[in-house]
């Protein structure tokens, strides 16, 4: 049971004014500590298991990344085929390679366009000229960073291929293998930045 003692001493609470009674738990203070360490053992393992819960749900959330712009350089595939191939050059011009084209996607273009409209015109008459020739090995020695255009090709509503140019040079995927252009003139008469 509780028992009650008078207070000696006062507190900032009650303004000095001491207190008539002072009522002790029934429990002793050794009980008193258990009690307590029996609680704060409780709160660290609930911190825990939170912190455990918030790692996995972080970890579980994969990481969204926006890029507007094409991957630099030669395709990989397009690289490794050049390695594997033969000595023997092929070679066969852009408008060869580009009967049963059904459709392409411009997926990029760099800010030296303007429109769409522009674009289209370019590819169209690029893609219709039958004097740029495609060859399988690349012909030109500069490097290339990311392309002004990028483009999905559609061939025959089936094959599906790739077309990326930089200024003069590009590469086109017809479905299977990747072919090299260059097409200098064209570029110099058509493009709206090339020097004429």
């Keep these: 049971m509780a028992r009650m003692t008078r207070p000696n001493y006062r507190t900032t609470a009650d303004a000095g004014i001491p207190l008539l ?9 050794a009980a008193e500590c258990g009690c307590w360490a029996s609680s704060h053992t409780l709160m660290k393992t609930s911190v825990l298991c ?11 959330e994969p990481k969204f990344l926006f890029e507007n712009r094409p991957e630099s350089g030669i395709p990989p595939d397009a690289e490794r085929q050049q390695e594997n191939a033969t000595a023997e050059q092929k070679q066969t011009t852009l408008r060869g390679l580009t009967e049963g084209l059904d459709s392409v996607r411009v997926r990029y273009y760099s800010a030296e366009w303007t429109s769409d409209e522009q674009v289209k015109t370019y590819l169209r008459g690029l893609l219709a ?12 020695s500069q490097v290339v960073l990311e392309p002004e255009i990028e483009c999905q090709l559609t061939f025959n509503k089936i094959a599906h291929g790739r077309l990326l140019l930089w200024k003069s040079v590009g590469c086109i995927q017809d479905g299977g293998r990747w072919w090299f252009i260059s097409f200098g003139d064209y570029y110099r008469q058509y493009h709206p930045k090339a020097k004429k």
């Design 50 to 60: 939170i912190f455990l819960v918030a790692v996995y749900l972080i970890a579980a």
């Design 21 to 29: 009674f002072h009522i002790e738990p029934p429990w002793s203070r």
């Design 129 to 140: 000229d039958p004097t740029i020739e495609a060859q399988s090995r690349q012909m030109w």
